[in-house]
């Protein structure tokens, strides 16, 4: 069975801070993995995606996610948080028939 | 952009009435996907259809049913509404090329 689990339910960061965000899968095969960000009322926008080849995934928006598979790790990254990024975070595990399992999500609060 | 589209965007309807939410995307995926997620929790997959004719049930059950009579739709169909079917209701689609899958806004449904 393929899982994900998002640690943390709430991050609260400054503007111009660093985010990270932690996301731990679990999946039989090589896993397909993503991140997702939603806003309130406002349905999904992929940030980035892993499929295969360099662990280390540029996305939209200044993030990025690296994939460590000896920790079945998919954890995001952004180096300076814009008010903007204040969102709803999720982290999705799927193979080839894209099939998504997603965690629980983590709420980003930004603060000025 | 996604050209993945959703309606009703928002519904408040009776206990006992029968509602669809449609699903259209103009890329002509193959694969398209519905996904429920109730309020700040994670999305749970309930149908899914890999072209023409095929619909299968997702990991979580739904008494909602699916239809797929033309490629760019994906109707879900709920005959009686219950309070327990509130939620917000999400379609998706890919392809194979690109692996990227595509979300709608969603679809929030409340049964009064």
């Known amino acids: 069975a393929q899982s994900v689990t998002q640690p943390d339910i709430h991050i609260t960061v400054s503007e111009g801070a660093s985010l990270e965000l932690r996301c731990n899968y679990s999946y039989g095969a090589t896993p397909y993995l993503f991140w997702y960000v939603q806003s309130p009322g406002q349905g999904l926008q992929l940030l980035l995606k892993?499929?295969?080849?360099?662990?280390l995934v540029q996305g939209i928006k200044g993030f990025e996610a690296e994939f460590k598979r000896s920790q079945s790790s998919f954890n995001l990254r952004k180096p300076s948080v814009h008010w903007s990024d204040a969102a709803e975070y999720f982290c999705?595990?799927?193979?080839?028939?894209?099939?998504?399992?997603f965690g629980a999500g983590t709420t980003v609060t930004v603060r000025a | 952009e996604a050209d993945i589209y959703q309606t009703p965007r928002y519904l408040v309807i009776g206990t006992g009435k029968k509602i669809t939410l449609e699903c259209s995307q103009t890329?002509?995926?193959?694969?398209m996907y519905w996904y429920q997620q109730d309020p700040g929790m994670e999305l749970h997959l309930i149908h899914y259809?890999?072209?023409?004719?095929?619909?299968e049930k997702g990991d979580l059950s739904s008494e909602s049913t699916v239809s797929r009579i033309r490629t760019e739709h994906f109707p879900l169909t709920l005959e009686s509404a219950r309070p327990s079917h509130t939620s917000q209701y999400l379609c998706?689609?890919?392809?194979?090329?690109?692996?990227?899958?595509?979300f709608g806004e969603g679809s929030w449904l409340t049964v009064v």
């Open positions: 259809s890999y072209g023409v004719n095929s619909t």
């Open positions: 890329m002509g995926h193959d694969k």
């Open positions: 998706a689609s890919t392809s194979d090329v690109g692996n990227t899958i595509y």
């Open positions: 999705a595990v799927g193979g080839n028939d894209y099939k998504l399992s």
């Open positions: 892993y499929f295969s080849g360099d662990t």
